[in-house]
Structures are given as structure tokens and as C-alpha cells.
């Protein structure tokens, strides 16, 4: 049988004996380390409605699945809105990197965003629950 990790919303074997077993211990601590999502800059866009820039996201959910596609800014900050609307949580979700409107694609600023959008999205995916890892799946899939 298994169970789920509060803390984390995985599944680990449960284990006969009372009390935590060292592999499940070595395997929440290697999680903590784990990036489950990569988010890279992967170019930036200049159109009749603006300039803005695409991120390559990447996820690798504990069961081995890869999902993967570009996302903008706006769509980080709409998905984040979304948990909020949607789920409670215990603690509060992370702040997502600041908009600038001026400079928004210069070299030094798109590596801070895609800094601060990775940070986000695996302190939320790797601290909440299942629910909000199925959302955040979905919300990796859809194309706009």
C-alpha cells in the first residue's frame, strides 16, 4: 500500500514497522533538492501587439512523466490567480517575479524572470497537494 505526503502530495510506500522509515526520509530530502519544473527563456517575440518573451517550461511529475510548452509571463501570472480562486492554502503561494515594462526583454532581465518563474513553479508544485499538481499539469498542456 501507499501513502500521500501531506507536505508534498507524493506517493511513498508505507511501511509495517512504527515510525518514519529511513528511505522515506532520504526520499522527502531528495525531493526538497529535486527541480520537478525547468523553465528556460525560449525567444522573444516583436508583433503588431507587443514585444514579450516565450518561456520553455518543463515538468517531470513524480511518476515519470514529462509535459512541456512555451509559456508567456501573463500565463504564469493567470495560473497563479487561478490557484488562488480555486484552492485554500495553508501557506501563501509565492510571488511571481515583478513585471517591468521598459528593458522586459534585455538579456539580464529575461534570466531573473525565468529564475524567479522556475522558483515559483516548483515551490508550488513540490509544496501543495495533488489537486494543485493536476492543475498545474493541465494548465502545462493547453495551448493557446
Known amino acids: 500500500s501507499s501513502g ?3 507536505e508534498y502530495g507524493v506517493l511513498f510506500p508505507e511501511r509495517k514497522d ?10 522527502i530530502e ?13 525567444r522573444n517575440i516583436s508583433g503588431f501587439f507587443g514585444n514579450y518573451s516565450l518561456y520553455h517550461c518543463t515538468l ?4 515519470g512523466q514529462v509535459m512541456t510548452n512555451e509559456k508567456r509571463y501573463s500565463d504564469f501570472a ?6 488562488l ?7 501563501p503561494l509565492p510571488e ?3 513585471k517591468k515594462l521598459i528593458g522586459k526583454l534585455k538579456d539580464e532581465f529575461v534570466r531573473q524572470r525565468q529564475n524567479g518563474l522556475e522558483d515559483f513553479m516548483n515551490s508550488v508544485y513540490l509544496r501543495h497537494s495533488v489537486d494543485v499538481n493536476q492543475s498545474i499539469e493541465q494548465w502545462l498542456t493547453l495551448c493557446k
Do not use: C, M, Y
Request: charged content about 20%; glycine content about 2%.
Open 4 to 6: 500521500i505526503n501531506a
Open 18 to 27: 512504527s515510525g518514519r522509515s529511513s528511505d522515506s526520509i532520504s526520499t
Open 30 to 42: 531528495s525531493l526538497r533538492k529535486r527541480k520537478f519544473v525547468q523553465v528556460s527563456h525560449s
Open 60 to 63: 517531470h511529475t513524480p511518476q
Open 78 to 83: 493567470a495560473l497563479r490567480e487561478s490557484l
Open 85 to 91: 480562486k480555486t484552492f485554500s492554502f495553508k501557506q
Open 96 to 98: 511571481l517575479p515583478q
